[in-house]
């Protein structure tokens, strides 16, 4: 097997250049809901025909089996190849990039075999320890340093809490632990015929664990949190890839023996740059079953320096976070754990018949006219006020209150938390920066899109983007192997902001903001 990197000539860009029809990208997307594969051009065009996808479950506790996830991701990559097989004869594969959800945390035994389940985000079982450990840090006036120093809040949703947990709880669980991997780096670990993988800095900064001053593990917490440096994979940027599969995956995937794997991102990353959100002039708004806004800033430490001595990044705005995309590119912004779940759920829990006459109800009424206030935390607190304790809350019912003004008012809810963040994002963007919205809860909601543009009086374009992730993940590719960029995708619809309702909404985010103070800040 060879070690290549982006820059070898084992990978040649300038023939790579001519974007033949034959040069493929194969994409894979670890999601929390499912797994997803797909062959893209060179010039960053998806072929429709390859993409295949299984759906995946989380168990009650948030973890993942990862043995099902394992066989879900080879049946997709083996399927998409067999699809790609039927449109060419000899299909070549110039690379291969991945996403995966953020963040993903296992751990494996010397062969490389998984000796935990795969540890997510939506951990439920860590809160006591991520609010001792906060408790700490505090006390010891360490909290904002360690804040700005791994660009993460101490929270449930990232690996220190979770360690902790792990070592209170479950330390023969831990002793079984040779390595720590991301799912993805335990892939190409099985696949390579190794027992562990380089993690990308993106990976890294999912867990909270990473450095962002020298884009490595953050000794202090590592060692706060009981892990030793000799179970950590070596941090590198997406860009070194590793080419040579062992058997029998060479041997099923013939077409991808020797192609350049690269390391995996967190799947946000992947979302900005499907988006066409590359830069500051564009904030990706994502609402799916969770939802997110982000943006793209240049590394300002970068330089000829070695990583040691550079002098700090620049701050993480307070609430939010910063992951590394590439030792070049910083992902900054915040996630909230209910989007399109918030509306599923009253969905079922309204006993709701008639979708369509429940959200025309909704958009009949005016702004904040329903008379509730809604925290709406169903599955906890993520940015900006990280309380892991947070529970959905409905303040102002009455005889008079409709299914319709629930919805309305949890549309309205989860935009004023969307404009906590970009009020906070703002200071960092250059003027007219565009908020670009996309993920399934939006794609067909009129009303919310234009509910998101009052509150944050901004417009909101939607776009016409199908597989955003993935398509970001073949855009990292193209940038590693220096093709051509690709096109950013249409605007299909724009939400244009209305004053008079901007007005209401301030009013409706302080009345939020003092029923969360009352309810959680002083809890």
């Given at each position: 097997m060879t070690e290549v990197t982006s820059g070898d000539r084992e990978v040649d860009p300038s023939r790579n250049n001519e974007s033949s029809q034959h040069d493929l990208i194969l994409t894979v997307d670890l999601g929390s809901s499912s797994v997803r594969a797909s062959a893209y051009l060179s010039n960053g065009t998806r072929l429709e025909e390859t993409t295949v996808f299984r759906n995946t479950r989380q168990s009650a506790d948030g973890t993942f089996d990862p043995r099902i996830l394992t066989e879900l991701t080879e049946e997709v990559i083996s399927d998409c190849l067999a699809r790609a097989r039927i449109l060419a004869d000899s299909p070549r594969f110039i690379a291969a990039a991945w996403t995966?959800?953020?963040?993903?945390?296992?751990?494996?035994?010397?062969?490389?075999?998984?000796?935990?389940?795969?540890?997510?985000?939506?951990?439920?079982?860590?809160?006591?320890?991520?609010?001792?450990?906060?408790?700490?840090?505090?006390?010891?006036?360490?909290?904002?340093?360690?804040?700005?120093?791994?660009?993460?809040?101490?929270?449930?949703?990232?690996?220190?809490?979770?360690?902790?947990?792990?070592?209170?709880?479950?330390?023969?669980?831990?002793?079984?632990?040779?390595?720590?991997?991301?799912?993805?780096?335990?892939?190409?670990?099985?696949?390579?015929?190794q027992p562990h993988a380089p993690v990308s800095n993106s990976e890294v900064g999912w867990t909270g664990l990473l450095n962002r001053r020298t884009l490595t593990w953050d000794e202090q917490l590592v060692r706060r949190v009981g892990v030793e440096p000799r179970q950590l994979p070596t941090v590198l940027d997406y860009t070194s890839a590793t080419a040579g599969l062992a058997d029998p995956w060479a041997s099923m995937w013939p077409e991808l023996a020797h192609t350049p794997f690269f390391l995996?991102?967190?799947?946000?990353?992947?979302?900005?740059?499907?988006?066409?959100?590359?830069?500051?002039?564009?904030?990706?708004?994502?609402?799916?079953?969770?939802?997110?806004?982000?943006?793209?800033?240049?590394?300002?430490?970068?330089?000829?320096?070695?990583?040691?001595?550079?002098?700090?990044?620049?701050?993480?705005?307070?609430?939010?976070?910063?992951?590394?995309?590439?030792?070049?590119?910083?992902?900054?912004?915040?996630?909230?754990?209910?989007?399109?779940?918030?509306?599923?759920?009253?969905?079922?829990?309204?006993?709701?018949?008639?979708?369509?006459?429940?959200?025309?109800?909704?958009?009949?009424?005016?702004?904040?006219?329903?008379?509730?206030?809604?925290?709406?935390?169903?599955?906890?607190?993520?940015?900006?006020?990280?309380?892991?304790?947070?529970?959905?809350?409905?303040?102002?019912?009455?005889?008079?209150?409709?299914?319709?003004?629930?919805?309305?008012?949890?549309?309205?809810?989860?935009?004023?938390?969307?404009?906590?963040?970009?009020?906070?994002?703002?200071?960092?963007?250059?003027?007219?920066?565009?908020?670009?919205?996309?993920?399934?809860?939006?794609?067909?909601?009129?009303?919310?899109?234009?509910?998101?543009?009052?509150?944050?009086?901004?417009?909101?374009?939607?776009?016409?983007?199908?597989?955003?992730?993935?398509?970001?993940?073949?855009?990292?590719?193209?940038?590693a192997l220096d093709l051509p960029p690709a096109p950013n995708p249409p605007t299909v619809r724009t939400s244009l902001p209305d004053k008079d309702a901007g007005v209401a909404y301030a009013a409706a985010l302080r009345r939020q903001q003092e029923l969360y103070d009352r309810i959680i800040a002083r809890s």
């Open positions: 995966s959800f953020a963040m993903s945390w296992l751990g494996v035994d010397r062969a490389g075999r998984p000796v935990t389940p795969v540890y997510t985000y939506s951990d439920a079982r860590s809160g006591t320890f991520a609010d001792g450990l906060r408790q700490e840090l505090l006390q010891q006036g360490n909290l904002e340093d360690t804040w700005q120093r791994t660009g993460t809040p101490i929270h449930t949703a990232y690996a220190p809490a979770q360690l902790l947990r792990l070592a209170a709880e479950e330390p023969g669980t831990l002793r079984l632990v040779a390595y720590w991997q991301t799912l993805a780096a335990s892939l190409l670990a099985r696949w390579r015929g995996a991102v967190g799947d946000g990353v992947g979302a900005n740059l499907g988006s066409g959100c590359s830069d500051n002039t564009r904030i990706a708004l994502t609402i799916g079953t969770t939802g997110a806004m982000r943006v793209v800033l240049p590394n300002e430490s970068h330089s000829n320096e070695p990583v040691a001595e550079r002098n700090g990044v620049q701050p993480t705005p307070a609430g939010l976070w910063s992951y590394p995309v590439d030792s070049e590119r910083w992902l900054v912004g915040g996630s909230l754990t209910d989007g399109g779940s918030l509306f599923a759920w009253l969905h079922e829990s309204l006993a709701v018949k008639d979708t369509v006459a429940v959200l025309a109800s909704a958009a009949e009424l005016a702004p904040d006219a329903h008379g509730l206030t809604i925290l709406p935390f169903l599955r906890g607190e993520r940015a900006p006020g990280w309380a892991t304790e947070a529970s959905l809350s409905i303040s102002g019912i009455s005889p008079a209150t409709t299914p319709g003004h629930i919805v309305r008012a949890a549309f309205e809810a989860v935009a004023l938390r969307f404009r906590l963040i970009y009020d906070r994002l703002a200071p960092l963007l250059p003027p007219c920066t565009e908020i670009v919205a996309s993920g399934g809860a939006l794609e067909d909601n009129d009303l919310w899109r234009q509910i998101l543009a009052d509150v944050i009086q901004t417009p909101v374009h939607l776009i016409d983007v199908v597989e955003a992730t993935s398509r970001g993940a073949a855009i990292l590719a193209m940038q």
